[in-house]
């Protein structure tokens, strides 16, 4: 692989309803041997992908920089996020337990935790490889089989960690990977022998997700979009709030769900806080990823990457004015030239009925704000049919757990933005969809509780 936006890096076949249901026996036939392992064999084998995945870091790295068009700086988190997971699973895998419940007369009752068996995972362009082991971390440790179908936009690095689980001993066919795109995922989520779906992307496809999964009684985890509110009190650490503001508008390109977009400012430090991300926005470098010191790299593809500068060109209409930005970017590498750049954007005199306000438009887009209140920004902040996170800068520690308590949203954060630990959970409210990735609350979504009921007495009869 080597740096050249615009070139195709390869091509792969879709798979069809013919492959994958050999993906999905495949996977059926892989769940018997690993459900029946116990939790503890189980951790042993996720300790070594992680591991694996640890030691070849860079190498996955640059694998995903050219995947996706992130920074190489970035797609190393990601990696790190992904090692995480898995580690963190494979410590839950052995500890995963029902519970003893004494009944009168020495009778009692337990519960056991079992596995659901083959899960679907189908991921989005924006995280690949993260996605995938978000997905397949508690899958895998809770006993089940998991066939991923990556976006067609960045199909490369999910393969690579199949191979990874395979060398470090899954049984063959555990984890599979099928290729393609809307028709796959139907082919995958109407196919009888699938028992969960777990989707991260757009609201519109996870509502036909969870209509298809509705007709055949299947468990859904839905991932999908936002636009979150970021809320700077005048009394905030105003160096702090900056960087918080731009770490929630401008990572991947401004391609992530849970961003920041909406920046309520409170009016006394409006000017002062704006002149300051703009300035700071204006030297963020753009480029080539794979360099050391490139923190944007290119949009996923050029429909996309039309898609943002309408949005920037309707919010002009609109009466937005754009303090930054928002022009394509032509690098001066030659062989850049055909790249899907842009220049990271800011948006003044915004209102919170503009397009670029109220629709998620996933490219490095900030629209900022002001508010006089607390009262008044909490009602507008959720004002919005998005619940996926939510943002407060304030040294008021108070106010602070005063006000995320108020914000409809289902991932918040305090001084701090787009945060992601893996023993956390991560998920919306609304239409930002609904269960959870990460943190044990993930085990709930990818396992089932069994009531067993023991007498040790004469049946007690009424006939």
């Not at 690949?128 to 809770?142: D, R, Y």
């Not at 304030?394 to 001084?415: P, S």
């Amino acid at each position: 692989f080597k740096t050249c936006p615009g070139r195709v890096l390869c091509k792969l076949p879709c798979s069809g309803e013919k492959e994958v249901d050999l993906a999905v026996q495949s996977a059926k036939a892989a769940f018997k041997i690993w459900s029946q392992m116990s939790g503890m064999e189980r951790c042993r084998v996720m300790l070594e992908a992680a591991r694996i995945i640890r030691e070849q870091r860079e190498e996955i790295a640059t694998m995903e920089t050219i995947n996706n068009g992130k920074s190489i700086f970035e797609a190393r988190v990601d990696i790190d996020i992904s090692w995480q997971c898995l580690e963190y699973y494979a410590g839950l895998a052995g500890s995963l337990a029902g519970e003893h419940i004494q009944l009168p007369g020495g009778s009692f009752g337990y519960t056991r935790r079992e596995p659901l068996g083959v899960c679907v995972g189908i991921g989005a362009w924006n995280y690949p490889f993260q996605i995938a082991c978000w997905k397949s971390g508690p899958a895998l440790a809770c006993g089940n089989a998991m066939v991923f179908k990556p976006s067609p936009f960045t199909p490369i690095s999910v393969v690579r960690l199949a191979e990874i689980f395979t060398e470090a001993g899954v049984p063959k066919g555990l984890f599979n990977v099928v290729q393609g795109g809307a028709a796959t995922g139907q082919f995958l989520c109407q196919h009888p022998d699938v028992a969960k779906i777990s989707f991260t992307g757009s609201v519109p496809t996870g509502m036909k997700i969870m209509e298809m999964a509705a007709k055949g009684i299947k468990p859904v985890t839905l991932e999908l979009g936002g636009k979150s509110p970021l809320i700077i009190f005048s009394d905030a650490d105003l160096e702090n709030a900056v960087k918080g503001a731009l770490m929630a508008n401008f990572l991947t390109q401004g391609e992530v769900c849970c961003n920041g977009t909406r920046v309520f400012v409170e009016r006394k430090i409006l000017d002062t806080f704006t002149k300051e991300v703009v300035k700071r926005t204006q030297k963020i470098k753009i480029g080539d990823p794979l360099l050391e010191d490139t923190r944007m790299g290119a949009l996923i593809n050029k429909p996309h990457l039309n898609r943002v500068q309408g949005f920037i060109k309707q919010a002009k209409e609109q009466g937005a004015e754009v303090l930054c930005g928002g022009d394509l970017y032509v690098p001066d590498d030659p062989k850049l030239k055909n790249g899907y750049y842009m220049c990271p954007c800011v948006l003044g005199n915004c209102k919170d009925d503009m397009t670029c306000v109220k629709e998620e438009i996933f490219g490095p887009v900030m629209a900022i704000l002001p508010f006089d209140t607390e009262e008044e920004v909490v009602e507008r902040a959720n004002a919005t049919k998005f619940g996926l996170a939510g943002g407060v800068f304030t040294r008021d520690i108070q106010k602070a757990h005063r006000v995320v308590a108020a914000l409809k949203a289902g991932m918040c954060f305090i001084n701090n933005y787009n945060v992601s630990p893996v023993e956390l959970p991560f998920g919306g409210y609304k239409s930002s969809g609904f269960g959870r990735e990460n943190g044990r609350a993930a085990i709930e979504y990818y396992s089932q509780l069994k009531t067993v009921c023991v007498e040790m007495g004469d049946v007690e009869s009424v006939f």
